[in-house]
């Protein structure tokens, strides 16, 4: 009998120690992503003449929302069509290059998560945006697995904390913000309902001098992102939580949507519009 006893016990401690360690990686991997080689070769691309290019960039080294990213593809190259716009989607790094990164208006930051790209190619995309250029980032864009002051400074305004997780997705009312630019919510209701995962920042973006168009009611969600040994992560941001914001950085623009985590909200006819208002923003005034 003892001998039964010592088994078990010994079964679970394993157990335990196997799901501890798992939890350690999946922790790692979400906050940090692993470490990957970086691509460096520029790649082949012929940019038509007579059409905006856009850079579509879904790599990923954290969190791999790709659900979110494969039902994001058809519906930006079906804006694309529409509105005569040429589409580059790639994961390979090498196109952030100073000659080829200088032919696209918008570069977007398509749930990338982790350290996608190398310092170099960081400085490479700075330089570009505070030169005219365009960086849009959709949801997993906006967790604090990329280490980058900059990118933190400039396209988010403020740190990521965590997001719900019981539950994890909530329904609520999207709400346009006072300070709206008409030409960013053109078409889209003053109020509208939407499902996602509600990320939660440490300050509210607000105060960094960022343009909100969208937030959410706070107060109308459970935001405690508590879970197993996680019990300092039961807040939200209040009453006032953007959802989509953007600012003037240099000569250039940023835009941020923390909207988007799977597949539904490329079904919502009315976050398609936010971002096809955004990729004509991000353009607005360029040759």
Same mark, same amino acid.
């Given at each position: 009998m003892k001998k039964i006893l010592k088994i078990v016990l010994w079964s679970v401690?394993? !157990? %335990? %120690?196997? !799901? $501890? $360690? !798992? /939890?350690?990686?999946? /922790?790692? &991997?979400? &906050?940090?992503?692993? @470490?990957?080689?970086?691509?460096t070769e520029a790649p082949k691309i012929d940019f038509p003449a007579d059409k905006p290019a856009i850079l579509l960039f879904s790599k990923t080294t954290g969190f791999r929302h790709g659900e979110s990213i494969e039902?994001?593809?058809?519906? /930006?190259?079906?804006? #694309? &069509?529409?509105?005569?716009?040429?589409?580059?989607?790639?994961?390979?790094?090498? %196109?952030?290059?100073? #000659?080829? !990164? #200088?032919?696209?208006?918008?570069?977007i930051f398509n749930n990338s998560t982790g350290e996608v790209i190398n310092d170099e190619q960081k400085r490479v995309l700075e330089k570009y945006v505070e030169n005219g250029g365009s960086l849009m980032g959709i949801h997993g864009a906006g967790d604090d697995s990329h280490h980058w002051d900059w990118y933190e400074n400039n396209l988010l305004g403020a740190k990521f904390s965590h997001h719900p997780i019981s539950p994890q997705f909530q329904k609520t009312d999207v709400l346009l913000d006072t300070q709206a630019d008409s030409s960013l919510t053109a078409g889209i209701p003053k109020v509208w309902s939407h499902s996602d995962e509600w990320y939660v920042f440490f300050k509210n973006p607000r105060e960094k001098g960022f343009n909100i168009q969208f937030t959410i009611n706070g107060e109308t969600i459970n935001p405690s992102g508590n879970i197993l040994f996680v019990?300092? &992560?039961?807040?939200?941001?209040?009453?006032?939580? @953007?959802?989509?914001?953007?600012?003037?950085?240099g000569k250039g623009k940023t835009f941020y949507t923390s909207i988007g985590h799977n597949e539904e909200a490329w079904k919502n006819e009315h976050f398609i519009r936010l971002i096809e208002n955004a990729l004509k923003w991000t353009q607005a005034g360029k040759k």
């Open positions: 401690l394993v !157990l %335990v %120690v196997v !799901l $501890g $360690g !798992l /939890i350690g990686v999946f /922790i790692y &991997k979400v &906050k940090y992503g692993f @470490p990957v080689s970086y691509e039902a994001s593809k058809p519906v /930006i190259t079906e804006l #694309a &069509k529409k509105n005569n716009w040429f589409v580059y989607e790639t994961e390979e790094g090498g %196109v952030f290059n100073e #000659a080829q !990164l #200088a032919k696209f208006s918008t570069v019990t300092d &992560k039961n807040y939200g941001m209040g009453k006032d939580h @953007p959802v989509a914001w953007c600012k003037p950085i």
